[in-house]
T-cell receptor, first 114, second 113 residues
Framework: ETGVTQSPTHLIKTRGQQVTLRCSSQ?????VSWYQQALGQGPQFIFQ???????GRGNFPPRFSGLQFPNYSSELNVNALELDDSALYLC?????????????FGPGTRLTVL | AQSVTQPDIHITVSEGASLELRCNYS??????LFWYVQSPGQGLQLLLK??????LVQGIKGFEAEFKRSQSSFNLRKPSVHWSDAAEYFC???????????FGTGTRLQVTL
């Protein structure tokens, strides 16, 4: 059974650019959540996708957007990058959207904005 | 407001000593509570979870946690710490009606030999 994978591992961008991060969910999981973890902080919920529809969003501006594909993999897109967007971006998949289901996390994508 | 608090930013214990990491939550009902561990270069891993029922829950790697409604707490314990337990530990909260996990700020555990 393949776990949650994310790509790329590391990424360096400059302010104003756009970035796309990718996540492959664990086999059999139809729900993907994205989190932002700034240095020294706990992860912050960005949004969740369930069966290709957004199912909840945290306190992030609209320039953070996402997609979920029919195979339940997902993308996180960030437009107009700001310095404060530098963080570890974590993707997690779960069996479905119920709150009691364990979320399985990928290793993350480290984004640096210069 | 719904929140979870980890009062200790950094804890150091000797290998073989017992460990207790504190977690308090603020919510009007019984939440779903989790403890996750994050090791350098590793993803977040679930140690244990509590939804209802027995208030003492057992997890992986010899960890346990006790839910105390009267104190709004969910402290993590281990009777004998191993050097490999050095990591960041997060207490995590979910209302059960929403999908998002709310993480505490984390407690960094250092283990001395």
């Amino acid at each position: 059974e393949t776990g949650v994978t994310q790509s790329p591992t590391h990424l360096i961008k400059t302010r104003g650019q756009q970035v796309t991060l990718r996540c492959s969910s664990q086999s059999g999981h139809n729900t993907v959540s994205w989190y932002q973890q700034a240095l020294g902080q706990g992860p912050q919920f960005i949004f969740q996708y369930y069966r290709e529809e957004e199912n909840g969003r945290g306190n992030f501006p609209p320039r953070f957007s996402g997609l979920q594909f029919p195979n339940y993999s997902s993308e996180l897109n960030v437009n107009a990058l700001e310095l404060d967007d530098s963080a570890l971006y974590l993707c997690a998949s779960s069996l479905d959207r119920a709150g009691y289901n364990e979320q399985f996390f990928g290793p993350g994508t480290r984004l640096t904005v210069l | 407001a719904q929140s979870v608090t980890q009062p200790d930013i950094h804890i150091t214990v000797s290998e073989g000593a017992s460990l207790e990491l504190r977690c308090n939550y603020s919510y009007g009902a019984t939440p779903y509570l989790f403890w996750y561990v994050q090791s350098p270069g590793q993803g977040l891993q679930l140690l244990l979870k509590y939804f209802s029922g027995d208030t003492l829950v057992q997890g992986i790697k010899g960890f346990e946690a006790e839910f105390k409604r009267s104190q709004s707490s969910f402290n993590l314990r281990k009777p004998s710490v191993h050097w490999s337990d050095a990591a960041e530990y997060f207490c995590v909260f979910n209302t059960g009606t929403a999908s998002k996990l709310t993480f505490g700020t984390g407690t960094r555990l250092q283990v001395t030999l």
